[in-house]
């Protein structure tokens, strides 16, 4: 069992920045690739961004050139540093991660989610 702590989340105006974190209970390095998902009220979850074991990042069309996704494997912890935030941007957002748990196969875990909020 892999346990995902959020952190991070919180009130912010429009324009702000906010960085959210989740700290591993593995070491992320064995991790095929962990990202963030986030969900508004009455939305479906969607993808915000993720990054691979190898480094290679992907990102929601709605969040390029504003947020970035980074690991830090010391910490077994990756990062999504959100700037510029709108509105549209609040959601609670879950961390997950894919772990290789038998040759071509992984199990996707969920983090327990974390409340941005921004306000105009």
């Known amino acids: 069992q892999v346990q995902l702590a959020e952190s991070g989340g919180g009130l912010v105006q429009v324009g702000g920045s906010l960085r959210l974190s989740c700290a591993a209970s593995?070491?992320?390095?064995?991790?095929?690739?962990m990202g963030w998902y986030r969900q508004a009220p009455g939305n479906q979850r969607e993808l915000v961004a993720w990054?691979?074991?190898?480094?290679?990042?992907k990102y929601s069309d709605s969040v390029v050139g504003r947020f970035t996704i980074s690991r830090d494997t010391a910490k077994n912890t990756v990062h999504l540093q959100m700037n510029s935030l709108k509105p549209e941007d609040t959601a609670v957002y879950y961390c997950h991660a894919d772990v290789p748990i038998a040759p071509m196969t992984e199990e996707r875990y969920w983090g327990q989610g974390t409340q941005v909020t921004v306000s105009s």
């Open positions: 990054i691979t074991s190898s480094g290679t990042t």
């Open positions: 593995i070491n992320i390095t064995g991790i095929n690739a």
